[in-house]
């Protein structure tokens, strides 16, 4: 089944304890993308990658690190996290042929007290 | 700033009539857009999209409206069903569907009463 997939898929956890969320997706696809859902602000991008070693900040990327080694994963790092990252992330991925078949994950519901 | 507006929080339509979400845009370089639909609990799944070449794109019972001069582009949903209730986004980009970077509005949400 052709699917991405995050995880954790829950996780609380303090105020400068680094964490990786990680996201995988096994249709090969060369776009890969990670995003944050807030109330009133809607989903925001992170950061994307465009192929294996290739990514670019998106909307707002201050606080994260990704890494983009092998096609199928691209984990989101948060170093350092703070309170104004809780959020629902979601990771995404499309093959660059395809503009609107956009594959996203489950969701990763993170809060940082 | 936020380039890409959802001013509508929330929509609330009779089962059968027609559902009207509306998008508005700041960056005239946004040249496709697209429409989301998420469910709770669940990631987003494409809807319809739409390229700056076009004003007006179809599928099945959802049509996209682009009015380029005013930057403004509008979902139509016809007839609405229960099952379309779920937060609607829309999304624009620079680059055609080449696209890497992906700007989305703040979502309404629809609600259709059966």
């Known amino acids: 089944e052709a699917q991405v997939t995050q995880n954790p898929r829950y996780l609380i956890t303090v105020t400068g304890k680094k964490l990786t969320v990680t996201c995988s997706q096994n249709m090969n696809h060369e776009y890969m993308s990670w995003y944050r859902q807030d109330p009133g602000l809607g989903l925001r991008q992170i950061y994307y990658s465009m192929n294996v070693e290739v990514t670019d900040k998106g909307d707002v990327p201050e606080g994260y690190k990704v890494s983009r080694k092998e096609k199928r994963n691209f984990p989101l790092i948060l170093e350092s996290p703070s309170p104004n990252q809780t959020s629902l992330y979601f990771c995404?991925?499309?093959?660059?042929?395809?503009?609107?078949?956009?594959?996203f994950g489950p969701g990763t519901r993170l809060t940082v007290t | 700033d936020q380039q890409v507006k959802q001013n509508s929080p929330s929509l609330s339509v009779q089962e059968g009539r027609i559902s009207i979400l509306n998008c508005d845009y700041t960056n005239s370089m946004f040249d496709y857009f697209l429409w989301y639909k998420k469910y709770p609990a669940e990631g987003p799944t494409f809807l319809i999209s739409?390229?700056?070449?076009?004003d007006k794109n179809e599928d099945g019972r959802f049509t996209v409206f682009l009015n380029k001069s005013a930057k403004h582009l509008s979902l139509h949903i016809v007839p609405s069903q229960p099952g379309d209730s779920a937060v609607y986004f829309c999304a624009a980009s620079v680059g055609g569907t080449s696209y890497g970077k992906l700007t989305f509005g703040q979502g309404t949400i629809l609600t259709v009463h059966p």
């Open positions: 995404a991925s499309r093959d660059k042929r395809f503009a609107h078949e956009q594959y």
């Open positions: 739409i390229s700056s070449i076009k």
